[in-house]
């Protein structure tokens, strides 16, 4: 038999979607991002009127008009500059395409992509199975910022593109205007692409303020954004996500899109634009939901005497496993689900450093859920090395 495709060579299981797999019915699991409480009751009641009423069929490759046209009104206003939802908008299937979209449209076999490290896994994936390379630029605990003379050395190989996860998958750090311009300056000045990964954009804790990169100064014609339902409507199993950029953009993204699954799901979009057209209301309810889950779940790790990274946006919360003298953290997270009942994510899987002392835990759950985790958590203190 011929060989099959090298570039697989260095692929493993998503290490996140494993720790689902591992985790016993007993287990409570913090480990992979999805909530366990329902979404909205309105999309829940457009879902069962679409299960009757239709679309069951496809719908336009690049996303139902009903869809894009609420997207583009919701965006547009939150964005602050109008976008054509016929020709500024690629729906597809989670934001997990949306990013695959963005960059096959953007990369060629050679060039060059810069990922901020600890990074979401799939980014490094993306880039390999484009045949492009990573450059990682290391984002320094506590804050997680960035060294502008190392950003700037990572410019200077004329890479092809950024990848900007904001709020930040795995740290929640909230890049600042400060930031943000200077990425946008360097980009300008070397003419990089910006592809952003927004999912989380509506869970910002205050006082953090939420930029949208593509709304600074002359990088709108740059910026590739993408970004999903799946989070901010608590519908992680509906899989609609989109890529909204300029025209030129867009006609490429569509043929890419196309061609890797035709479109999203018909009856979903019909059911979720509900949600597209929710007033600003339900977003600072949401916030709120997210603000109480996060200070619920740290004050609990505090208790506890947990070393943790405070998250400025997203669900997520970096905790420092060095006090239980374990070398592997995978080995640790193996362990936790067996002996402790709660499962995490090895903070190895998103380092490109050699970093081993760190899980990963989300709190996007139930208050009754998050407190029995931290009932169980508790029982760490008793495997502190002395």
Same mark, same amino acid.
């Given at each position: ?13 998503? @290490? ?11 287990? &409570? ?6 909530? +366990?409480? +329902? ?13 009757? %009423? ?17 997207? *583009? ?17 690629? /729906?597809? =299937? ?24 600890? $990074?979401?896994?799939? %980014?490094?994936?993306? !880039? ?19 060294? #502008? ?24 750090? @909230? ?47 740059? !910026?590739?954004? =993408? ?15 989109? /890529?909204?950029?300029? #025209?030129?953009?867009?006609?490429? =993204? ?6 890797? !699954?035709?479109?999203? *799901?018909?009856?979903?979009? #019909? ?18 939901? %997210? ?12 208790? &506890? ?11 997520? @919360?970096?905790?420092? &496993?060095?006090? $239980? ?7 640790? =997270? ?7 009942? @709660? ?19 989300? $709190? ?16 760490? #203190? ?5």
């Amino acid at each position: 038999m011929q060989q099959l495709s090298k570039s697989l060579d260095g692929f493993g299981e998503s @290490v996140i979607r494993k720790m689902t797999r591992i985790s016993t019915e007993d287990t &409570i699991n913090l480990a992979q991002g999805f909530p +366990d409480f +329902d979404p909205p009751k309105e999309l829940l009641d457009a879902l069962k009127e679409t299960a009757d %009423y239709g679309p069951h069929q496809y719908e336009i490759t690049w996303g139902s008009k009903l869809f894009r046209n609420n997207l *583009a009104k919701k965006q547009s206003r939150r964005m602050g500059f109008d976008i054509n939802p016929e020709e500024e908008i690629v /729906v597809t =299937c989670g934001s997990t395409e949306a990013m695959m979209v963005a960059m096959e449209t953007v990369c060629e076999p050679g060039d060059e992509v810069i990922i901020f490290s600890p $990074f979401y896994e799939n %980014y490094t994936a993306d !880039t390999i199975l484009c045949g492009a390379k990573p450059i990682y630029v290391p984002l320094n605990p506590p804050d997680f910022c960035f060294d #502008k003379d190392v950003l700037r050395e990572a410019f200077e190989r004329r890479p092809k593109a950024l990848i900007l996860c904001h709020p930040s998958n795995p740290t929640g750090k @909230v890049f600042n205007r400060e930031e943000l311009n200077y990425m946008a300056q360097l980009s300008e000045e070397f003419d990089t692409y910006v592809i952003t990964d927004e999912v989380y954009e509506h869970i910002v804790y205050e006082p953090n303020e939420y930029i949208y990169f593509a709304s600074l100064p002359r990088m709108r014609q740059r !910026t590739i954004c =993408c970004s999903s339902l799946s989070k901010t409507y608590s519908i992680t199993g509906w899989r609609l996500g989109y /890529v909204i950029a300029p #025209k030129e953009i867009i006609d490429v =993204c569509k043929k890419v899109h196309d061609f890797l !699954t035709v479109g999203a *799901a018909a009856p979903l979009q #019909k059911a979720a634009a509900v949600g597209l057209e929710f007033d600003d209301s339900y977003y600072t309810r949401f916030r709120e939901m %997210y603000t109480q889950k996060r200070d619920l779940f740290l004050n609990g790790l505090k208790e &506890i005497g947990l070393r943790y990274y405070e998250p400025q946006g997203a669900y997520y @919360v970096l905790v420092d &496993i060095s006090k $239980f003298g374990f070398d592997s953290d995978m080995e640790f =997270c193996e362990w936790m689900i067996r002996e402790i009942g @709660v499962a995490a994510v090895p903070g190895s899987s998103f380092f490109k450093e050699n970093v081993n002392n760190y899980v990963l835990f989300h $709190f996007a759950k139930k208050e009754e859920t998050l407190k029995e985790a931290i009932r169980r958590l508790k029982k760490l #203190k008793d495997y502190e090395v002395k």
